[in-house]
């Protein structure tokens, strides 16, 4: 990605969060997220932090509902984005929630840098979409590799487009097709691999059926094993 196009990127970003008031009611978590995590870990997980919790990384973290919420569950979250603003009103939130010792940000484009080398219990990308010419797939089976063994990574893309979406479009990509795009090797156990549809609510109380598509895997070979770049 060049200057250009990662400028145009980080400035989309900081203008859809650039009125985010940390100080509001925390962001609710995405229901789909939260029903998946709790169908593949009805309970706590063993963890791979010097604590013992489990340690978690969201890419792409926006106003932070989810990792809040892991946080709040506890986990150990590095949330990610692109947003400094975004970063900043979610480091108050969790100061405000409590749970400041337990979730860290880190700002960056994912075309250009990631998080520092660590082993996650659970990588998760959540509606992971950009206005901008990335290489998602090779961002995501980088991610892939700092899986623990046993741990697991979830990947929720928008099916379809609700009606107040930024992202207006009829061609999104199926469930398999998100699949294949992981890279995913011997290494991995397939989970979850389907679309799922759900009610929204939008600005001003609207409503609208749209479709999660969600895949998860948990990782079964050793560190280095069942990736491919």
């Known amino acids: 990605m060049g200057t250009d196009t990662t400028r145009s990127g980080r400035d989309f970003w900081e203008s859809r969060y650039r009125d985010d008031d940390p100080s509001a009611p925390l962001p609710a978590p995405g229901p789909a997220f939260t029903a998946l995590i709790k169908e593949l870990l009805p309970g706590a997980p063993p963890g791979s932090g010097p604590d013992g919790a489990p340690r978690a990384l969201e890419l792409a973290c926006g106003r932070g509902g989810d990792a809040l919420w892991l946080a709040s569950a506890g986990w150990h979250v590095t949330a990610v984005d692109i947003s400094e603003h975004a970063l900043a009103a979610l480091a108050e939130r969790a100061r405000r929630a409590g749970v400041g010792d337990r979730l860290a940000v880190e700002r960056h484009d994912l075309a250009r840098s990631a998080p520092r080398p660590a082993r996650w219990d659970l990588v998760c990308s959540n509606h992971f979409h950009t206005v901008v010419d990335l ?5 995501l089976r980088r991610a892939a590799r700092s899986v623990v063994p046993g ?3 979830t990947v929720i893309d928008h099916g379809s487009s609700a009606p107040w979406s930024w992202e207006q479009r009829d061609d999104h990509p199926t469930a398999a097709d998100l699949w294949r795009s992981l890279g995913l090797g011997d290494g991995w156990s397939a989970l979850v691999c389907e679309q799922r549809e759900r009610t929204a609510r939008g600005p001003e109380g609207r409503t609208a059926t749209v479709v999660d598509t ?12 069942g990736t491919r770049s």
């Open 135 to 139: 290489d998602r797939d090779a961002v």
């Open 151 to 153: 741990g697991l990574l």
């Open 214 to 225: 969600v895949v998860a895997a948990r990782r079964t070979g050793t560190a280095g094993e």
